[in-house]
């Protein structure tokens, strides 16, 4: 289904940042890619920064789910990827790259 494959678009997931806007001088700050949390299904609750993951599925991004272990599956997904800031990033603008 296209529409459940825009979470798979996690394919080249970029940190840019920008003084104003989308330049050319953008530049990569951190590259995301590799082991992210995944789980099925909805719950609005999952957006909670302290919500507990411990028991999610580890699955390599950027790859579709079906690929790291649910094939056939048709519905929501979550996909949680933890990772400090840099102190440097604060008073810069930040854009998340989805590919």
């Given at each position: 289904?296209?529409?459940?494959?825009?979470?798979?678009?996690?394919?080249?997931?970029?940190?840019?940042?920008?003084?104003?806007?989308?330049?050319?001088?953008?530049?990569?700050?951190?590259?995301?890619?590799?082991?992210?949390?995944?789980?099925?299904?909805?719950?609005?609750?999952?957006?909670?920064?302290?919500?507990?993951?411990?028991?999610?599925?580890?699955?390599?991004?950027?790859?579709?789910?079906?690929?790291?272990?649910?094939?056939?599956?048709?519905?929501?997904?979550?996909?949680?990827?933890?990772?400090?800031?840099?102190?440097?990033w604060k008073e810069?603008?930040?854009?998340?790259?989805?590919?």
């Amino acid at each position: 289904m296209r529409g459940l494959q825009f979470v798979t678009i996690l394919t080249v997931v970029l940190l840019v940042a920008s003084g104003t806007g989308f330049t050319e001088d953008r530049k990569q700050l951190l590259d995301l890619r590799g082991p992210w949390k995944f789980d099925i299904g909805d719950d609005m609750q999952r957006a909670e920064p302290r919500f507990d993951d411990s028991e999610w599925e580890e699955v390599f991004v950027p790859s579709p789910w079906e690929d790291e272990g649910f094939p056939g599956y048709d519905g929501y997904g979550w996909y949680r990827k933890h990772f400090t800031a840099s102190p440097d990033w604060k008073e810069k603008v930040l854009y998340l790259h989805l590919g």
